[in-house]
């Protein structure tokens, strides 16, 4: 069975850090196409962050570009996001997905990945 778990979350003030991860089981992340996505209050969900870790390919949205950072530990088949300098508008419910093979550049669209986990909340106060 295909799971994705998330974690790492949690309520941190601004300007500070928080590293989430989402482990997988049931298959192998190194030749998934990875994403991160995040849902505020009211909000649509949107993209945050994009790994395939066979490739060494990454993508951020312009949003979390340098403070974020997506990384991949295939020994431990977890995908991680690092988030530093937190803002309030960072505050969502964060989603970790994947799907086999590539995307084609449609790195934020949402629709082509097959599996999702849960979701994490993170809060940032000011």
């Known amino acids: 069975e295909v799971q994705l778990v998330e974690s790492g979350g949690g309520l941190v003030q601004a300007g500070g850090s928080l590293r989430l991860s989402c482990t997988a089981s049931?298959?192998?992340?190194?030749?998934?196409?990875t994403g991160w996505f995040r849902q505020a209050p009211g909000k649509e969900r949107e993209g945050v962050s994009y790994?395939?870790?066979?490739?060494?390919?990454?993508y951020y949205a312009d949003s979390v570009k340098g403070r974020f950072t997506i990384s991949s530990d295939t020994a431990r088949n977890t995908v991680y996001l690092q988030m530093n300098r937190l803002t309030p508008e960072d505050t969502a419910v964060y989603y970790c997905?994947?799907?086999?093979?590539?995307?084609?550049?449609?790195?934020?669209?949402?629709?082509?990945?097959?599996?999702w986990g849960p979701g994490i909340q993170v809060t940032v106060s000011s």
């Open positions: 997905a994947s799907r086999p093979g590539y995307v084609a550049g449609r790195y934020f669209v949402d629709d082509l990945y097959n599996y």
């Open positions: 049931g298959f192998t992340f190194g030749v998934y196409a």
């Open positions: 790994v395939r870790p066979d490739a060494g390919k990454t």
